[in-house]
């Protein structure tokens, strides 16, 4: 039953036409990773993966849990494509794990693993449902880690040879491509803060290396899909971030969020411009090369023209904000949440206005159409007695979420699709399975697939192509 922002059902409110649609083209998709929900990680030559290693290391993933079964999705595939047909998805986001398709990260290739992938994708058009690829989703193959990782300067070059078989081998079928999915992610909690696979505390110089390498992962990756893809194809990647919300809309509180929004402190590499700036427009940001000063990585100017290939989209995983005003200097300050704000499972404030400022505030800096790739809400979900899997709250979060979304397109910012985070409950990194994102509810000891009522929502909202969205 579809609720409106207040938990109303709409029959009691008051009769009201309905609010305008998304446009006719929109993509309605849900998004997966290889390792959250594959499993069979040791199933038909594929090789480890950093995350298989980071799972054995004492008190790194809660409960000590892994993603060695995860959803089954592996064998499960056809189960699967079959619940997306019947929600109506458009599209389907999922990630290629590197060493199911390459055991060692280089050199031979697996066939098995491929063949995979290949059923996988003629499954989805068959059923009428989009591909949509992601190269890299922080599978990095354990071969490549001991040999240095993505501090290794052959790294990137290692990511576009794996790249270019992907590409040959899918792209007959698949014309919508990301290369990473959130640098940000295993970059700072990777290599800086240890947080999550492969675990290293590196110094910031170091962690600024394996930034840079990982850029012109992107970059040669993009030039790979361009010069070897068999049918026309939309590039993209897929970065995330807090998004900085104003405080009101005057004109200082909104330049103090956009303020907020790109800066780059000098310490870590959690941030927007020090990513995003080289790939969109192919240098990095001043303030960041002020900010972190000697510890920047020696660079080139090819170097930086392999980062900045042309992009068609630009996808953002979008969960959360921050709140900033104007402070009596001008200068960016946060406000402090009230006591008792509303959190997520992930205990992530909930700010439905970061999916209307965040589309906005990309557009505004690199003119590109944006396409949300993630956004979602973990929720204490279960199968009630009933065999039903009521989660109210997610479908109030998407609600407010979308109906910003729906803003932003008004006031003008392209925005071409939106990916649920996740189609399935899968493996939630460093927090094992406590964290449940899906609009599938799915029983990891029976692995019985069970939709909650936000699944049922959302396909409405695929119906009626965002028409029937309060707020």
Known sequence: MLHNSRGATPAARPALPLPASFPASFTWGAATSAYQIEGAVGADGRGRSVWDDFCRLPGKVA??????????????????????????LNAYRFSVAWPRVMPAGTGSVN?????????????????????????????YPSE??????WLHPESPRWFADYARVVVERLSDRVSHWMTLNEAQCFVYLGHQRGEHGPGDQL?????????????????????????????????????????????TTSAADVAAAREAYWSVAGDHVWN????????????????????????????TAEEMRTIHQPLDFFGLNTYNGYVVRAGADGRPERIAREPGAATTHMQWHITPAALYWGPRWVHERYRLPVVITENGMAGHDWVHLDGRVPDPARIDYLSRY???????????????GYFHWSLLDNFEWAEG??????????????????????ARWYAEVIRQNGANICG
Not at 132 to 139: K, P
Request: charged fraction near 25%; charge should be neutral.
């Open 203 to 247: 110094e910031l110089r170091d962690v600024l290396r394996v930034a840079h390498h990982s850029l012109l992962a992107h970059g040669l990756g993009a030039q790979v899909i361009r010069a070897h893809a068999k049918k026309p194809s939309r590039i993209g990647w897929a970065p995330t971030g807090d998004v900085a919300v104003p405080a």
């Open 402 to 416: 979308l109906a910003e979304l729906r803003r932003a397109i008004a006031d003008g910012v392209p925005v071409e």
């Open 433 to 454: 399975y406590r964290r449940r994102f899906g609009l599938i509810h799915v029983d990891y000891t029976t692995q019985q697939r069970t939709l909650k009522d936000s």
């Open 144 to 149: 490549l880690y001991r040999r240095g990782g």
């Open 63 to 88: 409960d000590g849990q892994n993603g060695d079964g995860a959803c089954d999705h592996y064998h499960r595939w056809a189960e699967d494509v079959a619940l997306m047909r019947d929600l109506g």
């Open 272 to 299: 927007q411009a020090w990513w995003m700036d080289p790939v969109l427009r192919g240098h990095y940001p001043e303030q960041g090369l002020r900010a972190y000063g000697g510890a920047v990585p020696a660079f």
């Open 111 to 139: 066939a098995a693993g491929l063949a995979f992938y290949d059923r996988l994708v003629d499954g989805l058009l068959a059923a009428g449902i989009e591909p949509w690829v992601t190269l890299f989703h922080w599978d």
